[in-house]
């Protein structure tokens, strides 16, 4: 039996243009790779497009066709609707903070619907 794999799936991620950016993500990426973890990142941007989120749908199947993930771990209540947005691998969902807080409150209210359907 190999490393397990995890397909993590953040809207909040280091970049060239923004290094600080999500480096909470980052770090823990790089802590399971560290204990031999095998660890794919699909970053979603919603930062410089909200159109992004849809295409992360996309892209998220087309990971799953190519690569086999023992686990989908979702950080932010938008990048988990999209790892959601299959059915057939267990998703973890990491809140942070201020949406689950009430702000924004469209956000707060969000989470209160979706957070049922993850598995954790």
């Not at 190519?66 to 950080?75: F, P, S, V």
Request: charged fraction near 20%.
């Amino acid at each position: 039996m190999g490393s397990p794999r995890v397909l993590v799936v953040a809207c909040a991620y280091p970049t060239p243009a923004h290094p600080f950016y999500g480096t909470y993500v980052h770090d823990q990426v790089q802590s399971l790779r560290r204990i031999g973890v095998d660890v794919d990142v699909l970053f979603i941007d919603g930062k410089s497009s909200r159109w992004n989120y849809l295409w992360g749908i996309v892209r998220l199947w087309r990971r799953l066709l190519t690569g086999r993930y023992d686990l989908i771990h979702a950080h932010y209540v938008l990048a988990g609707i999209v790892a959601r947005a299959q059915w057939g691998w267990r998703v973890v969902l990491t809140h942070h903070g201020p949406e689950v807080l009430g702000y924004p409150r469209w956000q707060s209210l969000l989470c209160k619907l979706v957070t049922p359907l993850f598995d954790e």
